[in-house]
T-cell receptor, first 111, second 112 residues
Framework: SQQGEEDPQALSIQEGENATMNCSYKTSINNLQWYRQNSGRGLVHLILIRSNEREKHSGRLRVTLDTSKKSSSLLITASRAADTASYFC???????????FGEGTQLTVNP | EPEVTQTPSHQVTQMGQEVILRCVPI?????FYWYRQILGQKVEFLVS????????KSEIFDDQFSVERPDGSNFTLKIRSTKLEDSAMYFCARGNLCYGYTFGSGTRLTVV
């Protein structure tokens, strides 16, 4: 396994439903971030949760972090077709300055 | 705050040629990064640049690569003697690990 793995790899839901994506990692971290990427475009920072936080909200986004299980989840409530994108978690390891990205979850929200 | 601008948006180059990818972040930021994403794969760290020096580089960032901040605002990634496997999206980013990054829209490099 690699640092920052998401599951599921792909998720297809109907508009209005909630979408939950999970991320697992291996090393100690300072924080964990979630990014969104529309096809062929750049990465957009969504939310950052620090290692001493357990839950964070931003609009329709809710992120949880369980450092004992080395896992995080991203919940998008009341999804919209415009939420269709790839979602990546990225971890900031305590030992360096880089972000390590996961493989991503491709979310499709059907209208 | 203005976005990070990358140029060109798409570059096609012959194998063995040198390419320079450019990024215009905010000039008063100290931390800059280059990442790449091969089509269909995960985003990979290349190099971090702090206070005009490389602070960390990955195993991908070998002697073929170099970074510069030539005029205090532009931030460049040079790839010497490109190979087919260098074809990827290259993203510049600014920011820090405490608050998250702002990524540019990327340069799609195609080596033929």
């Amino acid at each position: 396994s690699q640092q920052g793995e998401e599951d599921p790899q792909a998720l297809s839901i109907q508009e209005g439903e909630n979408a939950t994506m999970n991320c697992s990692y291996k090393t100690s971290i300072n924080n964990l971030q979630w990014y969104r990427q529309n096809s062929g475009r750049g990465l957009v920072h969504l939310i950052l949760i620090r290692s001493n936080e357990r839950e964070k909200h931003s609009g329709r986004l809710r992120v949880t972090l369980d450092t004992s299980k080395k896992s995080s989840s991203l919940l998008i409530t009341a999804s919209r077709a415009a939420d269709t994108a790839s979602y990546f978690c990225a971890t900031d390891e305590t030992s360096g300055s880089r972000l390590t990205f996961g493989e991503g979850t491709q979310l499709t929200v059907n209208p | 705050e203005p976005e990070v601008t990358q140029t060109p948006s798409h570059q096609v180059t012959q194998m063995g040629q040198e390419v320079i990818l450019r990024c215009v972040p905010i000039s008063n930021h100290l931390y800059f990064y280059w990442y790449r994403q091969i089509l269909g794969q995960k985003v990979e760290f290349l190099v971090s640049f702090y206070n005009n020096e490389i602070s960390e580089k990955s195993e991908i960032f070998d002697d073929q690569f170099s970074v510069e901040r030539p005029d205090g605002s532009n931030f460049t990634l040079k790839i010497r003697s490109t190979k087919l496997e260098d074809s990827a999206m290259y993203f510049c980013a600014r920011g820090n690990l405490c608050y998250g990054y702002t990524f540019g829209s990327g340069t799609r490099l195609t080596v033929v």
